[in-house]
């Protein structure tokens, strides 16, 4: 299964010159249903956003969450180019408009990339003219607009799902983007280089309210629980497409759980690659902390544990130094009392109420030697609990980041 899998998208990708690579970097995702998708969108909470994120928000509350589609750029991200900025996403959308025969407020834009350069508008109308032309609903199809999303990122990024609501089968299935710049923190509502897009589509029939409900939980579970270098973005966006044309209805309690049970699967896939291709990464780092005092706490201590650079630089080299986790568990301004807590690295106990406990080290040392590493922290106050994905900080982060711009 792929992004086009659910009825009634379709997609068209092309290279228009934005990137110096010959990778496409202008897509066209588009609901071809007889009338528009049903849609929501969660943006980033950054104060300083991106040109098509103002517009993005404008129109999703101007077509009452009735789009028609999504036009995406990658290579320049639209960020902080003033009033310029805004005409040209306006204009991205009202090109596209034109190619799909639909308003311009039913065009959602999106960009990626550099921030601070003015879009290369001549070569974004003729790629989204092209790509216009090449829209279809095949698997290559799916693949070439996933290539259009990306920047520093290695590989694609696609996850899909198919549950039954009733006796009809529907299907919810994504794709996204993200390397660096990477600690989404994205809302449904206003806010006080690399970025995290998502795109989503379903062919269920789910009420606009109940969408936007259910996308921002998945959201703050999922990509709101990512982290490369905590780098929240001036463009983060996810956004979901439901074109209704599977004839299943979500309306009921037991519906809308079973959807969200099956959009949430597929946003943790996404979220959990993104991490996976962190820039420079070696390996997944998943931190589990049970056991704190609240929500906001157990979310903020697996948050400074992931993002804490000494802790990240001790994954990339296999060291079990349990003294970093520890102390960021403690720097973060939540409850916490080490002298309750409990810590395990791979499944060895390595930390119990306040003391150091005998391990093997060079034992612990060769299963950090994974692709996966998993920190489990038992806070012991409580019952909330928070998962964290991040990755390594290895030499490769700086050097991609060092001659990012130049």
Request: hydrophobic share 40%; aromatic share 4%; with cysteine.
């Amino acid at each position: 299964m792929h992004l086009l899998s659910p009825k009634g998208f379709v997609a068209g990708a092309v290279h228009a010159g934005i990137k110096s690579t010959k990778k496409n970097d202008v897509g066209l995702l588009i609901c071809d249903a007889p009338i528009p998708a049903t849609t929501a969108a969660v943006f980033t909470t950054n104060k300083v956003f991106a040109a098509p994120v103002k517009i993005g928000r404008e129109h999703i509350a101007a077509s009452n969450g009735r789009l028609r589609g999504v036009v995406v750029n990658s290579g320049n991200a639209n960020a902080c180019t003033g009033a310029q900025g805004d005409r040209d996403a306006r204009r991205m959308c009202s090109l596209t408009a034109m190619q799909v025969g639909c308003d311009p407020i039913q065009v959602l834009p999106c960009s990626t990339g550099i921030i601070g350069h003015l879009m290369p508008m001549q070569k974004i109308e003729r790629g989204i003219v092209g790509a216009a032309s090449k829209l279809g609903s095949s698997e290559s199809h799916a693949l070439q607009f996933a290539d259009a999303i990306l920047t520093t990122d290695t590989k694609r990024k696609a996850a899909s799902t198919r549950i039954k609501i009733g006796k009809t089968q529907i299907t919810v299935a994504g794709v996204c983007k993200g390397s660096g710049m990477i600690g989404p923190r994205m809302s449904l509502g206003m806010p006080p280089h690399a970025t995290m897009l998502a795109f989503l589509t379903t062919d269920a029939d789910i009420p606009a309210a109940t969408l936007r409900r259910v996308l921002a939980s998945s959201a703050d579970r999922s990509f709101n629980a990512v982290t490369v270098d905590d780098h929240t973005s001036t463009n983060d966006t996810a956004v979901i497409l439901a074109s209704g044309m599977s004839g299943a209805t979500v309306r009921s309690a037991h519906e809308v759980a079973r959807f969200a049970s099956a959009l949430n699967e597929v946003c943790k896939s996404l979220a959990y690659q993104i991490a996976a291709d962190g820039e420079g990464a070696t390996k997944v780092v998943r931190i589990e902390v049970r056991g704190a005092r609240t929500q906001s706490d157990a979310n903020s201590i697996a948050r400074a544990i992931a993002n804490s650079p000494l802790v990240k630089c001790a994954m990339n080299g296999n060291d079990p130094n349990w003294g970093r986790i520890v102390s960021a568990a403690g720097l973060c301004g939540a409850d916490f009392d080490p002298n309750r807590a409990t810590l395990w690295l791979q499944g060895t106990k390595v930390f119990h109420r306040g003391r150091p406990v005998l391990f093997n080290a060079a034992k612990v040392s060769r299963s950090l030697d994974a692709k996966e590493v998993v920190v489990d922290l038992a806070c012991n106050l409580a019952k909330s609990h928070a998962t964290v994905w991040t990755c390594d900080l290895s030499k490769d982060y700086v050097t991609i980041n060092a001659d990012y711009h130049t």
